[in-house]
């Protein structure tokens, strides 16, 4: 038998952060030392379509896509899609929603990097990981902001 | 050798490979999903441009190779159609720098009008062909295709697939990098005048030289054998769909085939007498089976459900296991639609008013077929709309013929479109005919991408613009006229409603940028 693999899914709306934040994900999980990969549509969801992001991250993985009903964990940035997004999870799946993040500790534009810090209660790769993570891809100036976010979001229980 | 390792998309894979082994011009057109390949050669300091259109791009990819060194020729798949032209003759004449073209195909249509399998072309203009499966594949594969086209003289196609340009995985690089070189011109007529006195006898070269490749492929490491030496079922696979098969069914007995033409008989044939039934796992048509089956080896190919969309790991569960009952449908997500404040709307919301018969075009305005406008009657190929709008205006009823607009964009347009404009002027309809020209300064769906006419290359670097109302004066269009279609929106409808009712052979400029084209700008002006 194949090794176990964590299945994170992200879904959303173009312009959301999915993409970027499946990104950081998919780095965070390399620099852990996991093989990992990664696979995403978009083209047509520079228009406000639906984006998803399949991350995937083990010892060994093949396929870069979730097979149906395997996905640990949803990162829903859009409330809307949890539903499209129902067939590819599995039964006790974490769903993480923009209701779970405090609007205080972050605006909606850091709301993709929030969801992270949120998943980080349960993924549990270090914050020092993170940070040099978000300090790559974002510029200085909203770089500082992001890990904000992301500290207050990580914080608490899973 | 000192090597690095990181994670890459597979467009970006390709990228790195074409600068670690020296090629000294990429060239191509943008399509999803192989349009990162050129921006990321860019951006890493390999010398990459867009050109018009892709049978120009692997025109030139086609002088560089004469000239002696490597190019880099990337698309979609439809691309190579509009490429297939000068592809069917350079089998004929080889190529003395290597060449390699990226097909991206699209099975299951992400952001593509029709879901063709582009190895056909390799069986079909007789040249080799690999599939990587992952980045490490795609970063390997064009290092070895690069070499595989000197050694051979043979241009080499890439195929690759959206979940293998657009999924990231772990890639080694190697750190030296080899300089762009070119070597003293090399005069060879027979080899290169494809008239045909040297054509026959080309033909018949290269029907020697896939012989070889066929030899060549039966050694190759290309290829690999995974599991047990024999076991009652085996697989064969390639691409994608040999990672999804690794998954459906662990520790099966598979043979992947890294180069899938020529293909390797006697390796195929020793794979498949090790099992006592053999399952071709492939996405698209069914090319491997079918060849494999014509070469007389028993194997069996998927069932047609799977001829359309995209394999999965649920899939390949279902496509061994011979199960053809329904699968279960994807939940529609949101589809998507112009953008708030794009300046299309305002061109969609007038046609549709006036009752106008649309014939579209590929691009972000295609999704004027989207309600609240449903103002796209029809949406075949790159540069259709003005063909096939002079068609409807022969073929239709005069009150009818009337109402025909073809709509395109300023990149397909200089794709494409200004050989329509000359058949609208050569054979005019008898109602005349109104080209809209929707000119956003920029190729938007694929991502912003530069073109002829907005005047800058792919590096943003500034050159001479096209000028696209002077192009179509010169044609001969008896109206051309350039408009704001939001800024002066009583303007524009007056303007089109006045065309139409003329029996002019008419272009109008819809002009106003693109907003996410503008955004782009400001942020790049600031840095």
Redesign the interface.
């Known amino acids: 038998m194949n090794e176990p693999v964590t299945n994170v899914l992200f879904a959303g709306i173009g312009g959301q952060g999915i993409i970027k934040a499946s990104d950081m994900l998919t780095e965070a999980a390399f620099r852990m030392g996991c093989d990992v990969k990664k696979s995403e549509l978009h083209g047509m969801s520079q228009r406000g379509g639906s984006v998803s992001s399949d991350v995937r991250f083990g010892k060994k993985v093949y396929s870069p896509m979730i097979p149906r009903g395997e996905a640990d964990y949803l990162i829903a940035v859009s409330e809307d899609q949890i539903e499209v997004c129902a067939g590819t999870l599995r039964k006790n799946a974490v769903i993480i929603r923009p209701s779970d993040i405090d609007p205080a500790d972050a605006s909606s534009r850091m709301l993709n990097i929030a969801m992270l810090g949120r998943l980080n209660r349960h993924l549990k790769f270090p914050e020092t990981l993170w940070v040099e993570i978000i300090r790559e891809s974002f510029p200085a100036e909203i770089a500082e902001e992001n890990i904000a976010a992301f500290r207050r979001a990580a914080g608490g229980k899973e | 050798m000192a090597e690095k390792r990181v994670?890459l998309s597979g467009d970006e894979a390709v990228a790195e490979a074409a600068l670690a082994c020296g090629v000294m011009l990429g060239t191509g057109y943008p399509g999803?999903?192989s349009t990162e390949i050129l921006e990321h050669f860019s951006a890493i300091g390999g010398k990459a441009q867009w050109s018009p259109n892709e049978k120009v791009a692997l025109e030139v990819g086609i002088g560089v190779a004469f000239a002696g060194a490597r190019s880099l020729v990337t698309m979609k798949h439809v691309g190579l159609n509009v490429a297939a032209d000068p592809l069917f003759t350079l089998t004929y004449t080889g190529v003395e720098g290597g060449l390699v073209v990226v097909s991206a195909d699209d099975p299951g249509m992400?952001?593509s009008q029709n879901e063709q399998d582009n190895r056909l072309y390799a069986a079909a203009a007789h040249l080799p062909v690999f599939e990587p499966s992952?980045s490490r594949e795609a970063y390997d594969f064009t290092l070895r295709a690069f070499a595989l086209s000197e050694e051979f003289h043979t241009p080499v196609l890439l195929r690759m697939t959206?979940?293998v340009c657009?999924?990231?995985?772990?890639v080694t690089l190697r750190e030296e990098k080899e300089t762009p070189v070119s070597k003293p011109y090399r005069k060879n007529i027979q080899e290169r005048v494809m008239v045909p006195a040297f054509a026959k006898k080309a033909h018949v070269t290269l029907f020697r030289k896939m012989e070889a490749l066929a030899r060549w492929n039966e050694k190759s490491d290309l290829n690999q054998t995974f599991g047990p030496e024999t076991a009652e079922r085996g697989i064969i696979t390639s691409g994608?769909a040999f990672?999804?098969s690794?998954?459906a069914a662990?520790?099966a007995r598979i043979l992947k085939l890294g180069m899938t033409w020529p293909l390797p008989f006697e390796a195929i044939a020793k794979f498949v007498a090790g099992s006592k039934r053999t399952v071709v796992v492939e996405e698209g048509e069914k090319f491997l089976a079918g060849k494999i089956l014509e070469h007389g080896i028993p194997v069996e190919p998927k069932a047609d459900a799977f001829l359309f969309g995209e394999l999965?790991?649920?899939r390949v569960k279902k496509l061994l296991a011979r199960d053809e009952s329904p699968e279960?449908a994807?939940?529609?997500?949101?589809?998507?639609?112009?953008?708030p404040g794009c300046p299309h709307r305002k061109v969609f919301e007038t046609l549709r008013d006036l009752g106008c018969i649309v014939s579209g075009d590929i691009g972000?305005y295609t999704?004027g077929v989207m309600p609240p406008f449903d103002a796209i009657d029809s949406c075949v190929c790159m540069g259709a709309s003005i063909g096939a709008g002079l068609g409807l205006r022969h073929g239709l009823a005069e009150a009818e013929a009337r109402k025909v607009v073809s709509v395109i964009g300023d990149s397909t347009f200089v794709h494409s479109g200004l050989t329509g404009i000359v058949e609208m002027v050569y054979n005019k309809p008898a109602t005349g005919h109104l080209v809209l020209i929707l000119d956003n300064a920029t190729t938007a769906?694929?991502?912003l991408q530069e073109n002829p006419a907005t005047g800058r290359h792919l590096d943003m670097s500034e050159t001479t613009p096209l000028n696209l109302a002077a192009v179509c004066k010169a044609i001969g269009a008896d109206s051309v006229d350039v408009i704001d279609p939001t800024a002066d929106n009583p303007g524009f409808v007056a303007l089109v409603k006045e065309r139409l009712a003329s029996s002019d052979a008419s272009v109008i400029i819809a002009r106003r940028p693109c907003i996410?084209q503008v955004k782009k700008l400001a942020k790049t002006k600031k840095q």
């Open positions: 994670v999803t999903p992400a952001s992952d959206t979940r657009h999924s990231r995985s772990p994608a990672q999804h690794m998954e662990p520790g999965d790991v649920a279960p994807a939940k529609p997500g949101r589809p998507p639609q112009l953008c972000c999704l769906m694929t991502g996410l």
